[in-house]
Protein backbone atom coordinates (compact mmCIF):
# COMPACT_ATOMS: atom_id res chain seq x y z
CA UNK A 1 0.00 0.00 0.00
CA UNK A 2 1.56 3.44 -0.83
CA UNK A 3 2.33 5.79 2.10
CA UNK A 4 1.04 8.83 0.89
CA UNK A 5 -2.82 8.63 0.94
CA UNK A 6 -3.58 12.09 -0.53
CA UNK A 7 -1.70 10.58 -3.98
CA UNK A 8 -3.44 7.49 -3.63
CA UNK A 9 -7.09 9.71 -3.06
CA UNK A 10 -6.26 11.73 -6.45
CA UNK A 11 -5.31 9.21 -8.86
CA UNK A 12 -8.37 6.97 -7.97
CA UNK A 13 -11.24 9.18 -9.06
CA UNK A 14 -12.62 7.17 -11.90
CA UNK A 15 -12.40 3.76 -9.59
CA UNK A 16 -14.41 4.72 -6.93
CA UNK A 17 -17.94 4.93 -6.63
CA UNK A 18 -20.23 8.10 -6.45
CA UNK A 19 -20.26 8.07 -2.66
CA UNK A 20 -16.76 7.51 -2.48
CA UNK A 21 -15.59 9.89 -5.01
CA UNK A 22 -17.34 12.71 -2.49
CA UNK A 23 -15.53 11.02 0.51
CA UNK A 24 -12.27 11.35 -1.50
CA UNK A 25 -13.24 15.39 -2.84
CA UNK A 26 -13.51 16.14 0.48
CA UNK A 27 -10.55 14.52 2.55
CA UNK A 28 -8.40 16.10 -0.40
CA UNK A 29 -9.97 19.10 0.61
CA UNK A 30 -10.17 19.37 4.26
CA UNK A 31 -7.39 16.66 5.22
CA UNK A 32 -6.55 18.71 8.17
CA UNK A 33 -10.07 18.08 9.89
CA UNK A 34 -10.51 14.75 7.78
CA UNK A 35 -7.65 13.10 9.85
CA UNK A 36 -9.37 13.46 13.34
CA UNK A 37 -13.17 12.90 12.19
CA UNK A 38 -15.27 9.73 13.18
CA UNK A 39 -16.62 7.70 10.10
CA UNK A 40 -19.75 9.15 11.53
CA UNK A 41 -18.53 11.95 11.60
CA UNK A 42 -16.89 11.71 8.02
CA UNK A 43 -20.09 10.21 6.55
CA UNK A 44 -22.62 13.09 8.02
CA UNK A 45 -20.38 15.91 6.68
CA UNK A 46 -19.98 14.46 3.27
CA UNK A 47 -23.56 12.67 3.16
CA UNK A 48 -23.46 9.85 2.98
CA UNK A 49 -23.73 7.02 5.46
CA UNK A 50 -21.43 5.99 8.17
CA UNK A 51 -20.72 1.91 6.72
CA UNK A 52 -20.55 3.63 2.79
CA UNK A 53 -17.49 5.45 4.80
CA UNK A 54 -15.62 2.41 6.54
CA UNK A 55 -16.32 0.09 3.23
CA UNK A 56 -14.31 3.33 1.77
CA UNK A 57 -11.25 2.54 4.25
CA UNK A 58 -12.11 -0.96 3.09
CA UNK A 59 -11.43 -0.12 -0.63
CA UNK A 60 -8.08 1.24 -0.27
CA UNK A 61 -6.58 -1.66 1.92
CA UNK A 62 -6.80 -0.71 5.64
CA UNK A 63 -8.19 -3.19 7.70
CA UNK A 64 -10.90 -0.47 9.45
CA UNK A 65 -11.28 3.13 9.02
CA UNK A 66 -9.23 3.54 12.36
CA UNK A 67 -6.56 2.33 10.63
CA UNK A 68 -7.38 5.17 7.63
CA UNK A 69 -7.54 7.48 9.57
CA UNK A 70 -4.45 6.87 11.72
CA UNK A 71 -2.49 6.52 8.21
CA UNK A 72 -3.95 10.26 7.44
CA UNK A 73 -2.48 11.64 10.85
CA UNK A 74 0.71 10.30 10.34
CA UNK A 75 1.05 11.70 6.51
CA UNK A 76 -0.33 15.28 7.26
CA UNK A 77 1.37 15.73 10.65
CA UNK A 78 4.32 17.37 8.71
CA UNK A 79 1.94 19.32 6.58
CA UNK A 80 -0.27 21.45 8.81
CA UNK A 81 0.25 24.81 9.94
CA UNK A 82 0.40 26.09 13.05
CA UNK A 83 -2.81 28.35 12.09
CA UNK A 84 -4.52 24.36 11.24
CA UNK A 85 -2.73 22.58 14.43
CA UNK A 86 -4.72 25.38 16.41
CA UNK A 87 -8.29 24.57 14.37
CA UNK A 88 -7.60 20.96 14.53
CA UNK A 89 -6.78 21.58 18.41
CA UNK A 90 -10.89 22.98 19.12
CA UNK A 91 -11.92 19.42 18.77
CA UNK A 92 -9.50 17.75 20.14
CA UNK A 93 -9.03 19.51 23.48
CA UNK A 94 -11.37 20.25 26.25
CA UNK A 95 -11.27 23.55 26.91
CA UNK A 96 -12.39 23.37 30.37
CA UNK A 97 -10.14 20.46 31.57
CA UNK A 98 -6.74 21.12 29.46
CA UNK A 99 -4.08 19.95 31.95
CA UNK A 100 -6.32 16.21 32.18
CA UNK A 101 -6.11 16.28 28.78
CA UNK A 102 -2.67 16.91 27.81
CA UNK A 103 -1.32 14.94 30.70
CA UNK A 104 -3.65 12.22 29.24
CA UNK A 105 -2.28 12.52 25.60
CA UNK A 106 1.14 12.52 26.95
CA UNK A 107 0.44 9.52 28.57
CA UNK A 108 -0.73 7.33 25.64
CA UNK A 109 2.36 8.58 23.41
CA UNK A 110 4.76 7.06 26.16
CA UNK A 111 3.00 3.73 26.00
CA UNK A 112 2.52 3.67 21.97
CA UNK A 113 6.39 4.69 22.12
CA UNK A 114 7.01 1.02 24.14
CA UNK A 115 4.43 -0.17 21.80
CA UNK A 116 7.07 0.51 19.05
CA UNK A 117 10.38 0.18 20.78
CA UNK A 118 12.70 -2.77 19.04
CA UNK A 119 15.19 -3.72 21.92
CA UNK A 120 17.95 -4.77 19.57
CA UNK A 121 17.80 -1.13 17.85
CA UNK A 122 17.97 0.44 20.93
CA UNK A 123 20.94 -2.12 21.72
CA UNK A 124 22.16 -1.01 18.71
CA UNK A 125 22.40 2.54 19.79
CA UNK A 126 23.74 2.60 22.98
CA UNK A 127 26.58 0.50 21.21
CA UNK A 128 27.22 3.24 18.65
CA UNK A 129 27.29 6.21 21.15
CA UNK A 130 29.98 3.98 23.21
CA UNK A 131 32.07 2.87 19.88
CA UNK A 132 32.40 6.30 18.31
CA UNK A 133 35.31 8.39 18.16
CA UNK A 134 33.51 11.70 18.05
CA UNK A 135 29.51 12.47 18.18
CA UNK A 136 27.75 15.30 16.80
CA UNK A 137 24.09 15.88 17.60
CA UNK A 138 21.41 17.72 15.89
CA UNK A 139 18.51 19.09 16.77
CA UNK A 140 16.66 21.99 15.42
CA UNK A 141 13.87 24.12 16.27
CA UNK A 142 11.59 22.57 18.52
CA UNK A 143 14.13 19.52 18.58
CA UNK A 144 16.70 21.93 19.86
CA UNK A 145 16.20 21.09 23.40
CA UNK A 146 16.24 17.41 23.28
CA UNK A 147 19.99 18.03 21.75
CA UNK A 148 20.96 20.46 24.32
CA UNK A 149 19.54 17.84 27.01
CA UNK A 150 21.66 14.93 25.50
CA UNK A 151 24.17 16.57 24.69
CA UNK A 152 24.75 17.81 28.72
CA UNK A 153 24.48 14.59 29.87
CA UNK A 154 26.40 12.36 27.10
CA UNK A 155 29.45 14.90 27.41
CA UNK A 156 30.05 13.76 30.94
CA UNK A 157 29.53 10.35 30.53
CA UNK A 158 32.20 10.34 27.69
CA UNK A 159 34.53 13.00 25.62
CA UNK A 160 34.39 14.54 22.04
CA UNK A 161 30.49 15.04 22.20
CA UNK A 162 29.64 17.97 20.43
CA UNK A 163 26.42 19.61 20.06
CA UNK A 164 25.76 21.62 16.57
CA UNK A 165 23.67 24.70 16.86
CA UNK A 166 21.80 26.16 13.96
CA UNK A 167 22.63 29.99 13.78
CA UNK A 168 22.92 29.71 10.22
CA UNK A 169 22.33 26.55 7.76
CA UNK A 170 26.07 27.34 6.71
CA UNK A 171 27.72 26.84 9.99
CA UNK A 172 25.67 23.51 10.89
CA UNK A 173 28.15 22.17 7.87
CA UNK A 174 31.12 23.95 9.33
CA UNK A 175 30.50 22.43 12.85
CA UNK A 176 30.80 19.55 11.36
CA UNK A 177 33.42 19.46 8.40
CA UNK A 178 35.97 16.90 9.76
CA UNK A 179 33.24 14.20 10.48
CA UNK A 180 33.86 10.90 9.23
CA UNK A 181 34.54 7.25 9.56
CA UNK A 182 34.46 5.87 13.17
CA UNK A 183 32.48 8.88 13.91
CA UNK A 184 28.52 9.78 14.80
CA UNK A 185 26.43 11.32 13.71
CA UNK A 186 22.24 11.59 15.93
CA UNK A 187 20.17 13.76 14.72
CA UNK A 188 16.92 14.19 16.29
CA UNK A 189 13.70 15.80 14.52
CA UNK A 190 9.46 15.27 14.71
CA UNK A 191 6.84 17.39 12.77
CA UNK A 192 7.29 19.66 11.19
CA UNK A 193 10.53 18.23 10.29
CA UNK A 194 13.87 20.21 10.00
CA UNK A 195 14.94 20.53 6.13
CA UNK A 196 18.27 21.87 7.89
CA UNK A 197 18.60 18.52 10.02
CA UNK A 198 17.87 15.86 6.92
CA UNK A 199 20.33 17.69 5.12
CA UNK A 200 23.16 17.72 7.35
CA UNK A 201 22.48 13.83 8.32
CA UNK A 202 23.10 13.35 4.27
CA UNK A 203 26.07 15.28 4.80
CA UNK A 204 27.16 13.05 7.39
CA UNK A 205 26.40 10.44 5.80
CA UNK A 206 28.23 10.79 2.72
CA UNK A 207 31.21 11.52 4.84
CA UNK A 208 31.36 8.15 6.15
CA UNK A 209 30.24 8.81 9.71
CA UNK A 210 27.58 6.46 11.15
CA UNK A 211 24.19 7.91 11.39
CA UNK A 212 21.77 7.35 14.04
CA UNK A 213 18.20 9.19 14.35
CA UNK A 214 15.46 9.87 16.89
CA UNK A 215 12.04 10.80 15.18
CA UNK A 216 8.59 9.90 15.46
CA UNK A 217 7.68 7.26 12.83
CA UNK A 218 8.72 5.74 9.48
CA UNK A 219 6.95 8.27 7.82
CA UNK A 220 10.08 10.46 8.83
CA UNK A 221 12.52 11.61 6.33
CA UNK A 222 15.26 10.60 8.62
CA UNK A 223 13.79 6.90 8.48
CA UNK A 224 15.93 6.22 5.28
CA UNK A 225 19.28 7.79 5.54
CA UNK A 226 19.90 6.22 8.99
CA UNK A 227 21.89 3.28 9.94
CA UNK A 228 19.86 2.95 13.35
CA UNK A 229 16.57 4.76 14.25
CA UNK A 230 14.33 5.04 17.12
CA UNK A 231 10.74 6.11 17.30
CA UNK A 232 9.31 7.83 19.87
CA UNK A 233 5.44 8.85 19.95
CA UNK A 234 4.66 13.15 19.64
CA UNK A 235 1.65 13.61 18.67
CA UNK A 236 0.08 16.86 17.71
CA UNK A 237 -0.82 19.45 21.11
CA UNK A 238 -2.45 22.25 19.40
CA UNK A 239 0.32 24.48 17.57
CA UNK A 240 3.00 22.42 19.60
CA UNK A 241 4.44 18.54 19.64
CA UNK A 242 4.49 16.85 22.75
CA UNK A 243 8.20 16.13 23.75
CA UNK A 244 7.32 14.30 26.74
CA UNK A 245 7.90 10.58 25.12
CA UNK A 246 11.22 12.02 23.26
CA UNK A 247 12.35 13.02 26.20
CA UNK A 248 11.43 9.98 27.85
CA UNK A 249 13.56 7.68 25.51
CA UNK A 250 16.46 9.96 25.74
CA UNK A 251 16.33 10.01 29.62
CA UNK A 252 16.78 5.92 28.90
CA UNK A 253 19.20 6.22 26.23
CA UNK A 254 21.13 8.62 29.13
CA UNK A 255 20.88 5.80 31.99
CA UNK A 256 21.99 2.82 29.61
CA UNK A 257 25.18 4.36 28.62
CA UNK A 258 25.83 5.30 32.10
CA UNK A 259 25.21 1.61 32.78
CA UNK A 260 27.79 0.43 30.43
CA UNK A 261 30.33 2.57 32.06
CA UNK A 262 29.67 2.33 35.68
CA UNK A 263 33.16 2.66 36.66
CA UNK A 264 33.81 5.71 34.63
CA UNK A 265 30.41 7.36 35.38
CA UNK A 266 31.08 6.92 39.17
CA UNK A 267 34.73 8.38 38.66
CA UNK A 268 33.37 11.50 36.65
CA UNK A 269 30.71 11.89 39.24
CA UNK A 270 32.89 12.19 42.40
CA UNK A 271 35.16 14.37 40.66
CA UNK A 272 32.18 16.59 39.85
CA UNK A 273 30.63 16.47 43.04
CA UNK A 274 34.09 17.88 44.60
CA UNK A 275 34.04 20.57 41.93
CA UNK A 276 30.66 21.98 42.36
CA UNK A 277 31.19 21.93 46.08
CA UNK A 278 34.08 24.20 45.57
CA UNK A 279 32.81 26.85 42.92
CA UNK A 280 29.49 26.67 45.04
CA UNK A 281 27.76 25.64 41.48
CA UNK A 282 24.38 24.44 43.70
CA UNK A 283 22.60 25.92 46.76
CA UNK A 284 23.59 24.94 49.69
CA UNK A 285 20.83 23.68 52.02
CA UNK A 286 20.69 23.26 55.66
CA UNK A 287 18.55 20.63 57.45
CA UNK A 288 17.09 22.83 60.36
CA UNK A 289 15.77 20.68 63.30
CA UNK A 290 13.19 21.80 65.23
CA UNK A 291 13.98 22.05 69.36
Request: hydrophobic share 40%; with cysteine.
Amino acid sequence: MENDLLKVLARGGSKFSKGQKTIAKYILNNYDKAAFMTAGRLGKIVGVSESTVVRFAAELGYDGYPSMRKALQEMIRNRLTSVQRIEVAKSMINDNDVVRSIIASDMQNLQATLDVLEQDNFNKFIDSIINAKNIYIVGMRTSTSLATFLGLYLNLLRSNVNVIHDTAASEVYEQIIRIGEGDLFIAISFPRYSSHTVDAMEFAKKMGAMTAAITDGPASPLNGISDVCLHAKSDMVSFLDSLVAPMSLINAIIVAVGIKNKDNLSKTFERLETIWSEHDVYERTEHIQNT
